[in-house]
């Protein structure tokens, strides 16, 4: 299939604002047109860890026009330069892989900062999409964005059914409020544009800074660390019995192209395993994958966060996709990659 010629793309873009409510795709509904190998990709926040995981899989899957943008060539809290970087280049499709992240403390301590970073960020890019246009977007959003205490496993529909998790709320508050942009841009305007909910993400390209990183790659940080200077302790945040669900981000990746190729236009999916395990097991099994034979002393002064964590898959295994990467594999290879292994460090 050809891309979509310029005339058909004003045409587009005017019936869109005229005519959009008569247009509004139905539930599960799949438009008339898929991705094809020519078709012009942007990945916003290419060079993390999610949006870097995307561009592989395009890669690997034929797709060879993805357009990147590094932040010093497209600050995307700059409203009028993402309106012109993305009336100037029409992509075909849009995956918003970039956010401002962080683990507890980072979430906790610069509350602001979250906040009003993701929301200008997720408000350039859809909003900006829409004036341009572009009737495809895919917006990754975060399993934070759920009650702290709804029944478990969660389902799409406990949104904004209870108080959030404190530590995280400002982050969480964003990423409702870029989901529920896209579901207004749907509704009034009959855009396509998915919001995913990963579940909690680890691997390539991972952010491993103690400060400011999740669990997972603390951890390893932390066992390696130790392994190295012969501690004979490993300290972890918490009472260690949360439980907690990972995803290995390159299956991640391949859930949201395969959302992407298959035409889905339905409400908010979770992307997950739909397994989890309590911070003491993942501790355990990282200590295993290092080679570290210390002890764990949880750290009881510091939050647990949410109890659990765990999201129901259902709706995406309806649709044909299940997780393919174990816990322990995935962990096994993003050790092989973290950046402390590299010989000069």
Not at 86 to 111: C, K, S
Not at 174 to 180: D, E, M, S, V, Y
Not at 224 to 241: C, D, F, I, Q, Y
Request: charge should be positive.
């Amino acid at each position: 299939m050809c891309r979509k010629s310029a005339i058909f793309r004003a045409a587009e873009y005017l019936l869109g604002y005229t005519f959009g409510p008569f247009f509004t795709p139905r539930h599960g509904e799949k438009p008339a047109t898929q991705m094809h190998r020519d078709a012009k990709i942007y990945v916003a926040g290419h060079a993390g860890m999610v949006g870097s995981a995307i561009v592989r899989r395009l890669r690997e899957k034929g797709y060879g026009s993805i357009l990147a943008r590094s932040r010093s060539e497209l600050d995307l809290m700059d409203q009028r330069a993402v309106r012109e970087f993305l009336a100037h280049e029409r992509p075909d499709y849009i995956f918003i892989a970039a956010a401002r992240v962080g683990g507890i403390l980072a979430n906790n301590t610069m509350r602001a900062d979250f906040l009003a970073q993701n929301l200008a960020i997720e408000l350039n890019l859809i909003e900006g999409a829409h004036r341009a246009g572009i009737q495809d977007l895919m917006f990754l959003g975060s399993s934070c964005i759920y009650p702290r205490d709804c029944p478990q496993p969660i389902r799409e529909e406990y949104l904004l059914t209870g108080p959030l998790e404190k530590t995280n709320e400002p982050y969480a508050i964003a990423k409702i409020a870029g989901l529920k942009l896209c579901e207004s841009f749907n509704q009034q305007f009959g855009r396509r544009y998915v919001a995913t909910m990963p579940t909690n993400l680890y691997g390539p390209n991972d952010n491993y800074d103690l400060a400011s990183s999740h669990v997972l790659p603390a951890l390893l940080r932390k066992a390696h660390e130790a392994k190295a200077s012969r501690n004979p302790e490993l300290v972890v945040w918490g009472s260690g019995t949360p439980r907690r669900e990972f995803l290995y981000v390159d299956d991640l990746a391949d859930a949201c192209v395969y959302l992407m190729e298959t035409g889905y236009a339905g409400d908010l999916i979770n992307i997950g395993t739909g397994v989890d395990v309590t911070i003491r097991e993942l501790a355990e099994t990282v200590m295993k994958t290092v080679g570290y034979e210390g002890t764990i002393r949880f750290d009881a002064s510091k939050p647990d966060g949410t109890p659990r964590k765990l999201l129901d898959v259902s709706r995406l295994s309806r649709l044909g996709w299940k997780a393919s990467t174990s816990l322990q594999d995935g962990i096994r290879r993003a050790y092989a990659v973290a950046p402390f292994m590299s010989p000069t460090n």
